[in-house]
């Protein structure tokens, strides 16, 4: 699979991704700290955790602060931002540049939005309109 860059920060992989939620929720972790969580959800070694935490750091995923002995990662983006970078580019890819066919296809094909759900969908409807 082709990985794509956007304004030259790469595509986290799915393994990356796993890693960058334990850094949302978790804050700055060591990569034992990591591991821990990883190795719960699903079989990871602590070498494999290791080794993608320091592929991470290469490719911008995650910061560094190595002034300790046991070096502490943290995400380099904010989940908003990767949430934001990811269906931007699944719009421009796969509908076409159109956010309307997302969300259409979004709510017609997946599980049922909750009430809850549909109450921000039509908060934020609303101030897209008041924004024109």
Not at 66 to 89: C, E, G, L, N
Request: glycine share 4%; charged share 30%.
């Amino acid at each position: 699979m082709r990985r794509a860059k956007r304004q030259g920060i790469p595509r986290p992989t799915e393994a990356e991704l796993s890693i960058l939620s334990i850094l949302w929720e978790r804050g700055a972790c060591t990569v034992r700290d990591v591991h821990e969580v990883l190795s719960k959800r699903e079989n990871t070694g602590y070498t494999t955790a290791l080794k993608l935490l320091q592929v991470m750091h290469a490719k911008g995923l995650v910061e560094r602060d190595d002034s300790q002995r046991a070096h502490i990662y943290k995400p380099a983006m904010s989940k908003d931002f990767t949430q934001t970078q990811f269906v931007t580019d699944i719009v421009q890819r796969v509908f076409d540049g159109s956010p309307s066919q997302l969300v259409l296809h979004a709510l017609g094909t997946s599980r049922r939005a909750t009430s809850e759900e549909l109450a921000q969908i039509r908060h934020m409807l609303d101030e897209l309109e008041q924004s024109e």
